[in-house]
Structures are given as C-alpha cells and as structure tokens.
C-alpha cells in the first residue's frame, strides 16, 4: 500500500515562555496525498504559519505523530529533520528569504549544496538552469536578489524550492509582498507545478487564491474547522460517543 505524502495525527504545539503557554495547535488530523494543493486560511493567529513550519520540518510539534511517506519525523534532531527538509520538502516563504550576499544562481544552488550525498557541480549546474528557465528568469542568473523587483525575487525563491524536486511544496503567503498581476504570474506557476504532479500546501488570506485549490482547509483557534465550520475533533468525538452507545 502506497502512504500518503504527509500524515498528521494529534498534532499540538505549546509555546511555553516563564510567564504563559501559547496552545498554538490543538490536535491537528491531516492527510496529504501525492498531488493534492491544499490551501490554509484562517485569521491572524490562528496557527497557519505554525502548522507549516511543523510540515517543513523547520520546528518539531509538542505532542502527536507526524509521518512523511510512511516515516515518523515527529521525534528527529532538528539536524536530522534538516536533511529530509532538503531532500523532500520546498519551502517558499512571504518574505522571499534570499540571501543578498549570493548570486542567483546561488541561492538557488543552496538546497543541493546542503545534501547529505553531494550532488556533483555539473548537476547542480544543470538542475539550477532547468529551475531558472521554469520560472524564466535564465537571463538574471548573475544577479543579485536585491538587483531585482518583488515579482523576480519571489519566482527566484520558487526556483530554489524546486531545485530539490521535492515530494512537498510548502508556501505561506505567495502573494502576500506582490500586486495583484505578479501573484496572478505566481498563482498561474504554482498552478502550472501542481498540474505536472507537485504536491502542494499554501497558506493564503487570498479567497480566490485559496478556491484554485483542490482542497480548502480552514484552520481556527488552533483546530481545522470542518466546511460547515465545526472543529472536526468534535466531530469524531461525536462519533466516538456514538460508536460507545
Ligand atoms: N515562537 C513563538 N513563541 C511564542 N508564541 C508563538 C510563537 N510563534 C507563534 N506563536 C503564537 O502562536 C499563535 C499562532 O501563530 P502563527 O504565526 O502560526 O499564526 P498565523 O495563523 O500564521 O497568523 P498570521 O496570519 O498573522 O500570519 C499566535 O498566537 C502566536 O502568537
Ligand atoms: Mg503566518
């Protein structure tokens, strides 16, 4: 039997600090399915940026079980997460997050540079090109990312998401920096990368955005809210109560 990309079970997250506790995800049930484009909304607060940041590895959640392709992550040195994240999983993040003292071409070349196995430079020279021409930006290579409009830097930050060719593309708030005919250009790529088979997770306040996706799901208070916007855990405690009757 083939397992989903991604399965989360009870997922929480506690940010504890001396004074208080932030319960930033309260128990967390998702699936994820090769080439599925989910999209996240939900208020400011309500745990959009945290569950991606679970999802890409980037931090460890407090309590629940997280497996990626049948593997249990949940439990990994932030070291070893990091290894997966660069085989596996493209993050994409609001803030483009490019290094200004590189090139282009080397920020893009970064996520293959860190690989456990090291990819031969012809390789990475090749895979960089490939990804520079899908965003077609091949005439911008030399640049440096503070060299380059908004719209350039964020197909930039997608090439380098996409060098890795990974199983997941995480994205939180793609057209957050970008007016409205460059994130229609970033939507259109996105789109165009999920139709040829890359699994894809975005975070979006963008309505229409989020309708381009096959799945909607809307996060609050820390809970995904069923569509009639019912917390889905009080959903299955329903049926549990049910079943025990
Ligand atoms: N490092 C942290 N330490 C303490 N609390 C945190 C931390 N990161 C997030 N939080 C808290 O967790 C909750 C969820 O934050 P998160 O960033 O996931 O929200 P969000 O849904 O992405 O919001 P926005 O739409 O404003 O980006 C918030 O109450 C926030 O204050
Ligand atoms: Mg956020």
Redesign the pocket.
């Known amino acids: 039997m083939q397992h989903p990309t991604i399965l989360m079970q009870g997922i929480t997250k506690i940010f504890a600090t001396d004074e208080m506790e932030t319960h930033a995800l309260r128990g967390i049930d998702l699936q994820i399915s090769s080439g599925d484009f989910v999209s996240i909304c939900g208020p400011?607060g309500c745990g959009?940026?945290?569950l991606?940041s679970l999802l890409g590895l980037l931090d460890m959640p407090s309590g629940g079980s997280y497996q990626i392709e049948g593997k249990e992550v949940s439990g990994l040195s932030l070291s070893e997460a990091a290894f997966i994240r660069n085989e596996k999983i493209g993050f994409i993040f609001?803030s483009f997050n490019l290094i200004d003292e590189l090139t282009v071409f080397d920020n893009i070349a970064l996520p293959l540079r860190y690989r456990r196995q090291s990819v031969a430079k012809s390789e990475i020279e090749d895979r960089v090109m490939a990804c520079l021409k899908t965003v077609d930006m091949t005439h911008r290579a030399g640049h440096r990312p503070n060299q380059l409009s908004g719209g350039q830097q964020q197909r930039i930050a997608i090439a380098r998401a996409l060098v890795g060719s990974p199983a997941l593309l995480l994205v939180?708030?793609p057209t957050g920096n970008l007016d409205s005919r460059n994130g229609d250009a970033v939507m259109d790529m996105l789109c165009e990368l999920n139709n040829n088979g890359t699994t894809l997770c975005m975070?979006t306040h963008d309505p229409r955005y989020a309708d381009m996706a096959s799945r909607k799901l809307h996060l609050l208070d820390g809970r995904i809210l069923d569509s009639d916007g019912t917390p889905m855990q009080q959903h299955t405690t329903a049926l549990r109560q049910v079943a025990a009757q």
């Open positions: 400011s959009k940026s945290t991606l609001q939180d708030e975070v």
